[in-house]
């Protein structure tokens, strides 16, 4: 297809206490595609995104972001965590969390202004969020919370979008206006890779899928290779999910 | 007053204030117990410093009780990264290891050294103004005020450079991480930052008061306020004022200031715990009777809406038919009358319009749950207010 190369992860290895929970990890993600991470518990998907973006230190392998280690790539990516990785009941407010993501091209020391709140307010506007600005973020619902922290990564402007679980918890409104949002940042050319439980879901939601258990099993186009094949060695069993056309 | 209680309140004040800011940040990252084991960890590190200078007041004493105050941390994390026991266990393990190293110097010592443990655990903030700072012969106030006051400077310094640094790795370490705000060193930072103000205020007041220092203004503040700036000026504000009306309860008392600040600290949590509006004892109580009350109500509503039969709704059966006591049916009846969500006609219960409506949305909102679409209900009905 000739598309740039967004991600590329080369001979990844991370271990937890000396036991490995990703092995050998080559990886290519092509710009702009709406990819899944998929695979059983334990299968190394939010630790394969905490490696890419430096969060943890892996003990082999390297991770470059358009050709260049993440480090000096910072501004192109945003990182959606898992709601429950965060205190809710921490004292801020929607409008807080959200200019949360500005600090990044802010760097060290400077302080977010009017410029930094206005993209925040729209970010909120968008994910439809807009009249919960000032509310304390425990008083939200968890697609709320969700929605949130959409907002704080639309606000960052990147070119990748890595999302560790965005629709766990969430009711099915959010889960339709989430997904909205992410085929609409494809649509602009977005790369967007999202770690995703639901099997049922990842045809009609993604065109791109990796399949993850420690290794890697497959990745490359749905439709090409999202199939019980694929999905038996991935989660061991003779796994079937019916395919809608 | 005279100037020496003047001094007094003031080191006790400025301390409260050193200790509230990085306590604030260690009550969010729940790391209160982190400030226990600091103040009793720099134990050897001082009685070392005050081998070598012969000087409490000595910066290389403060040097090395903050290195020792670190090394508190990176050994608790390291035991705690083993997996072998868990967080609160590792703390456990390493300050008293640590502290004792430091009674067995003392004690060791003992004769010529002017260091005694009582004084280490309690402090004696009543001879602070009797150590003054003299250049030539002029008189600059007391040493210790001095040594806290920069303390103050630099930590309030800190504060204001790297504010935003501090609340996006407290609240979400992951994304800090991302955004190129390296967790480790604004966590070390932070450590420092107590470890420092732990030693700063070690000598004026003592092991145990800088705890609760540290930990009981921010606690009290954090039950008042969702907004990390008010949180951080309610704490000051609360130290200052334990530490003033602590003075003056130990003035009265003539007992240990230390000793009645804490308990000042004390008290002013436990009122606060008590009546805060929100989170308190008292309001939470209330709510949650109100909540019963609402449920009843709802109950009730749902029983009229699904039976037709007059039997189903007559006054005097609705307590065997819904098994409430009278009391609790009485109320409800009342509160549904109240409200106009029911009328009674020959001692037979129906649901007005309004009632029949209320009891439509409220089935609605149970079984979708889905919050935006409610969010008028909370206005316009009491059952779905906090």
């Known amino acids: 297809m000739g598309k740039k190369i967004a991600v590329k992860v080369d001979d990844l290895t991370v271990a937890y206490n000396y036991k490995p929970v990703l092995w050998d990890i080559d990886l290519e993600i092509p710009e702009g595609v709406l990819m899944a991470i998929v695979g059983p518990n334990g299968a190394g998907k939010s630790t394969l995104i905490k490696s890419i973006l430096g969060i943890l230190k892996p003990i082999a392998g390297s991770v470059s972001i358009y050709g260049k280690p993440y480090e000096k790539q910072r501004k192109l990516v945003a990182y959606v965590p898992q709601k429950g990785s965060v205190d809710w009941d921490f004292p801020t407010t929607a409008l807080d969390v959200v200019m949360m993501g500005t600090y990044g091209s802010l760097g060290w020391i400077k302080r977010p202004r009017q410029k930094e709140k206005k993209a925040a307010l729209e970010a909120l506007e968008k994910v439809g969020m807009l009249s919960f600005k000032n509310r304390q973020i425990n008083q939200l619902s968890g697609g709320q919370q969700q929605r949130i922290f959409l907002a704080r990564a639309l606000v960052q402007n990147a070119s990748i979008y890595f999302m560790d679980e965005p629709f766990q918890g969430v009711d099915a409104t959010t889960e339709i206006a989430i997904i909205n949002i992410l085929k609409e940042l494809r649509k602009a050319g977005k790369t967007l890779i999202v770690v995703h439980h639901d099997l049922q879901t990842v045809p009609e939601y993604f065109d791109w899928v990796t399949f993850l258990n420690v290794k890697k099993i497959a990745t490359g186009p749905v439709k090409d290779i999202f199939n019980d094949d694929n999905l038996t060695k991935t989660y061991g069993i003779n796994y079937k999910v019916s395919v809608q056309e | ?386």
């Open chain 2, 1 to 386: 007053m005279n100037s020496a209680q003047i001094e007094i309140q003031l080191i006790a004040s400025v301390v409260a204030i050193a200790c509230a800011i990085p306590g604030t940040f260690l009550v969010l990252r729940k790391m209160a117990m982190i400030s226990d084991a600091i103040s009793h960890s720099i134990l050897p590190g001082i009685v070392i410093g005050f081998f070598i200078t012969h000087d409490l007041n000595s910066p290389l004493l403060i040097l090395l009780a903050a290195l020792t105050g670190i090394i508190t941390v990176i050994l608790v994390e390291y035991i705690q990264k083993t997996g072998l026991v868990k967080e609160d266990t590792a703390i456990g393990l390493v300050f008293p290891a640590l502290f004792s190293i430091g009674v067995i110097l003392i004690a060791k010592n003992a004769n010529d050294v002017h260091l005694d443990v009582d004084a280490v655990l309690l402090g004696e903030l009543a001879f602070a103004p009797f150590d003054r700072l003299l250049i030539g012969e002029t008189d600059l106030g007391p040493k210790s005020l001095w040594i806290i006051g920069t303390i103050l400077l630099i930590t309030v310094t800190l504060l204001i450079a790297f504010f935003k640094e501090l609340k996006v790795s407290t609240f979400d370490k992951g994304l800090a991480a991302s955004l190129g705000f390296s967790p480790a060193i604004i966590h070390y930072g932070l450590m420092s930052v107590a470890s420092v103000t732990t030693v700063g205020a070690f000598d004026a007041v003592g092991a145990i008061l800088v705890v609760a220092l540290m930990i009981a203004p921010a606690a009290t503040a954090y039950l008042l306020t969702t907004d990390l700036k008010k949180m951080l000026l309610l704490a000051i504000g609360f130290g200052v004022f334990g530490a003033i009306s602590g003075y003056w309860f130990a003035h009265w008392l003539d007992a240990s200031i230390s000793g009645s600040i804490t308990t000042m600290l004390g008290l002013l949590f436990l009122v606060v715990y008590l009546f805060a509006p929100n989170k308190g004892l008292i309001s939470v109580m209330y709510r949650e009777k109100q909540q019963r009350i609402e449920v009843s109500l709802l109950t009730f509503l749902l029983h009229l809406k699904n039976h037709d039969e007059i039997e189903e709704r007559h006054v005097n059966h609705l307590n065997e038919h819904i098994n409430w006591r009278k009391v609790r049916s009485k109320v409800v009846l009342d509160l549904a009358l109240k409200n106009n969500m029911i009328h009674i006609d020959t001692n037979i219960v129906s649901l007005t319009e309004k009632g029949n409506k209320f009891t439509s949305q409220a089935i609605d909102y149970i079984i979708t749950n889905e919050d935006a679409q409610i969010e008028h209900m909370k206005d316009d009905f009491f059952l779905f207010r906090g």
